[in-house]
């Protein structure tokens, strides 16, 4: 027989609403600082800023409260080289033949190329892995539900939490990013989601000049 549901006390604060909007205009206006960035510094980062954004993004919920997520932290130089020249040989095969003219129009004003450097040059990078289905220890498979769902929430955590510290990141998929399984020995059940870079921005760092639709473009009210 299944366990029985067990419940426990909500751990809840609830804030004056003065306060409640001062936090929440203050997070707004910090995330919209937030840009991803092409252009790292190669100085380290304390490794506990890495390890809390992780955290954190292990916080996010998930189908069934499956947690279907691994993320591969990786600092090795020779393991960062070997990544890029992969990554590096996907991209250049992509942008010079498998990108239909209509994806490369839509990437044109973030003036990428198949040029990744940022993968060698940034002190780490985070894999994040889905969890396509789960193992049991006797091998046994188990169903996972809503899988891509779940990552992509857990990966905008991370980001929030990596640029609350102060950090850049990358949010970067090389297509495809079948590579990456292989480089850092995960096992078949594990599929990369996204490669993300994250360090410094390098001195004099520039971004696409681009702008965010507004709130009454992405907001419909019934
Ligand atoms: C799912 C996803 C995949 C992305 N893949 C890449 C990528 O492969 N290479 C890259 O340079 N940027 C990539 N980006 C970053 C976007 O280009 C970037 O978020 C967008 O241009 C908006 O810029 P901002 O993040 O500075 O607001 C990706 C973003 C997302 C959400």
Known sequence: MPDEPRFVPLAFERLPEAEQLARSRRFLEHMERRRTVRDFSPEPVPLELV??????????????????????LVSDPELKRRIREAAEEEERRSYEGRMPDEWLEALRPL???????????????????????????DGAKVKHY??????????????????????????HT????GFLREALGRPENERPYVLIPVGY???????????????????VRR
């Open 51 to 72: 390890e809390n954004a992780i955290a954190t993004a292990g916080t996010a919920p998930s189908g069934a409260h499956q947690e279907p997520w691994t993320f591969v």
């Open 111 to 137: 003036g990428t190329d198949w040029r990744k450097p940022h993968i060698e040059v940034a002190p780490f990078l985070i894999v994040v892995f889905e969890q396509a289905y789960g193992m049991r220890p």
């Open 146 to 171: 809503y899988v891509r769902e779940s990552v992509g929430i857990a990966v905008g955590l991370l980001l929030a939490s990596l640029h609350e510290a102060g950090l850049a990141t990358l949010t």
């Open 174 to 177: 090389p297509s495809p990013m």
């Open 201 to 219: 921005p390098a001195d004099g760092c520039a971004v696409p000049d681009l702008g965010r639709k507004a709130l009454a473009e992405i907001l």
